[in-house]
């Protein structure tokens, strides 16, 4: 990759996000490694060591991280460059250059805004938990705001409870209109539950049609479809997302149907949602002449 200005940064906050969403896949892959983060100079902004991975891993990780940060490309490219010509090995002498799988750039929408290592697993499970990790960093572009919202879904379809609550913030809001589920749904967990609850009553099945993001104001509107395979309905819609800038969780969820729910209401609007603290207005702007 070319290396330009970035854009975006790499807080602690976002380095701290990295080292637990790469954690988080290696428990999964149920494999003990070290984590490092750097900053795009290559010094270190957060690190871990899991019980049980490898003290000689603590440097490996590292190298891995200085290697992404000093020439802006993943450590496998140079597992793949040396191959195709060796002597570019000679540039590892006397410097941490670590030419196998494990370290890959954290992009932002300008460029590259940091790095991480992974070392303690196989080569390809390493690369496999750094790729989650510099995912989970809530630096916000196109790129990984549609890639949030999507694996949302894919949790959803897949009745995955703690899945779905990963992508939230604590304290998330799911909006609905009025009269629908019984209002908000208020909390990641509370977010999961009622989600599986439909999955299993209504078996139902969602697809992301169309995505439009906004990194600067970390927002994004989707479209989207719900199949509700033991009832024979389709519903459609939009949603509004507001993301938190720090961790990049799903914050808000405002819910717009493509048709009324309730056509004898007089306001038909979101359940709940406090239009007028929002500064949304609550009159027309002007009045029109008899």
Not at 62 to 69: I, L, Y
Not at 137 to 146: K, L, Q, R, S, W
Not at 154 to 170: E, K, W
């Amino acid at each position: 990759m070319s290396y330009t200005r970035p854009t975006g940064v790499l807080t602690l906050v976002g380095a701290q996000a990295a080292l637990t969403a790469a954690i988080a896949e290696a428990r999964r892959l149920e494999v003990a490694v070290v984590v490092v983060v750097t900053d795009p100079s290559g010094q270190v902004l957060a690190s871990a060591r899991m019980d049980g991975a490898p003290m000689l891993s603590i440097g490996v990780a590292s190298d891995k991280a200085w290697t992404v940060a000093a020439f802006g490309q993943p450590t496998e490219w140079w597992t793949k460059a040396i191959e195709a010509e060796p002597a570019l090995a000679a540039l590892g002498k006397g410097r941490p250059l670590m030419p196998v799988p494990g370290g890959v750039p954290i992009i932002s929408e300008g460029g590259m805004v940091g790095a991480i290592g992974v070392s303690g697993a196989g080569s390809d499970q390493d690369a496999q938990v750094a790729e989650a990790g510099a995912r989970g960093t809530g630096v916000m572009t196109i790129a990984a705001i549609e890639d949030r919202i999507r694996r949302y879904f894919d949790a959803c379809n897949a009745a995955d409870a703690a899945g779905i609550a990963s992508h939230f913030t604590p304290d998330a809001v799911h909006y609905f209109p009025p009269g629908m589920y019984g209002g908000p749904f208020v909390g990641a967990e509370v977010i999961a539950e009622r989600w599986i609850k439909a999955v299993a009553d209504l078996g139902s099945i969602w697809t992301v049609d169309q995505v439009i993001a906004d990194p600067a104001s970390a927002r994004a509107v989707i479209e989207w479809s719900h199949f509700k395979t033991k009832q024979g309905k389709v519903l459609r819609g939009d949603e509004w997302y507001r993301f938190d800038p720090g961790t990049g969780l799903i914050a808000e969820i405002r819910a717009y149907y493509a048709s009324p729910q309730h056509p004898g209401l007089d306001q038909l609007e979101l359940g709940g949602f406090d239009y007028e603290a929002r500064g949304y207005p609550l009159q027309p702007p002007f009045q029109r002449k008899a």
